[in-house]
C-alpha cells in the first residue's frame, strides 16, 4: 500500500458528533487526497492538499475539513457528521509520476 | 459530475477468456489511467495512458485511447480467478493535471469464473 496507513480502519458513530480520519503517509510525498466511495458513484474528491497547510476542496467538500500540520499527515473531519456520510474513506498520494495515485487501505465510516 | 463512465457495470467470463471494458469520458484530458479493486482494499493503480497516446501495453493488460471519441478501453486477456475486481477508470482535469485530484468512473464490477 505504497506506505500509506489510515485510522481508524472502521469506525461507527452518531448523528452531530464530530469525526477525523487520518492518514500517514511514509512516503515524503507534496500531494494527498481524500476520497469517498460510495454504491453506483464510484470515488468522489472531497479534499486534497499540494503542502503542509495547503489544501483546497475537491467535489464533494460539503461538511468536511482538512488540515495538514506535517508532511506525513493529512487530516480528514467531519465536523457534524450526518448519516449521508456514511460510506469508504480513501486517503491517496501521489508516486514520483506526479498523476498516478497510491491508495491506504480505506476507513469504513458508519454514521447512526 | 462523472468524467468517466464504465461499460458494461457488470462482467463475468470464464477463466482463459479475455475481458474487455470501456470507458467514455467527457472534457479533454492529459491522461487517462485504469485502476483495480478488489473487494474490501483500496485501489491499485495498473496502468496511465498520455493523451498523445494510442495504445499501450503492461503483461496481460492493453489498454487503447480515443481522444476523438473520448474513449478508452481496456483489455485482460487469458484471465485468471484473481483478476476478479472492480475495475476504474480515471482522468485528470487538463488545467491542473492530476495534482488536483482525479475523477474515476462508477466501475466494471468483473467476475472470473473457474
Known amino acids: 500500500d505504497a506506505g500509506i496507513t489510515q485510522s481508524p480502519r472502521h469506525k461507527v458513530t452518531e448523528t452531530g458528533t464530530p469525526v477525523t480520519l487520518r492518514c500517514h503517509q511514509t512516503e515524503n510525498h507534496r500531494y494527498m487526497y481524500w476520497y469517498r466511495q460510495d454504491p453506483g458513484h464510484g470515488l468522489r474528491l472531497i479534499h486534497y492538499?499540494?503542502?503542509?497547510?495547503?489544501?483546497d476542496k475537491g467535489e464533494v467538500s460539503d461538511g468536511y475539513s482538512v488540515s495538514r500540520s506535517k508532511t506525513e499527515d493529512f487530516l480528514l473531519t467531519l465536523e457534524s457528521a450526518t448519516s449521508s456520510q456514511t460510506s469508504v474513506y480513501f486517503c491517496?498520494?501521489?508516486?514520483?509520476?506526479?498523476?498516478?495515485?497510491?491508495f491506504g487501505p480505506g476507513t469504513r465510516l458508519t454514521v447512526l | 459530475s462523472q468524467q468517466g463512465e464504465e461499460d458494461p457495470q457488470a462482467l463475468s467470463i470464464q477463466e482463459g477468456e479475455n475481458a474487455t471494458m470501456n470507458c467514455s469520458y467527457k472534457t479533454s484530458i492529459n491522461n487517462l489511467q485504469w485502476y483495480r479493486q478488489n473487494s474490501g482494499r483500496g485501489l491499485v493503480h495498473l496502468i496511465l495512458i498520455r493523451s498523445n497516446e494510442r495504445e499501450k501495453h503492461s503483461g496481460r493488460l492493453r489498454v487503447t485511447l480515443d481522444t476523438s471519441k473520448k474513449s478508452s478501453s481496456l483489455l485482460i486477456t487469458a484471465s485468471r480467478a484473481a483478476d476478479t475486481a472492480s475495475y476504474f477508470c480515471a482522468t485528470d482535469a487538463r488545467s491542473g493535471g492530476g495534482a488536483d485530484g482525479l475523477t474515476f468512473g462508477k466501475g466494471t464490477h468483473l467476475i472470473i469464473q473457474p
Open positions: 492538499s499540494y503542502g503542509v497547510k495547503d489544501t
Open positions: 491517496a498520494i501521489t508516486g514520483l509520476i506526479t498523476d498516478t495515485q497510491y
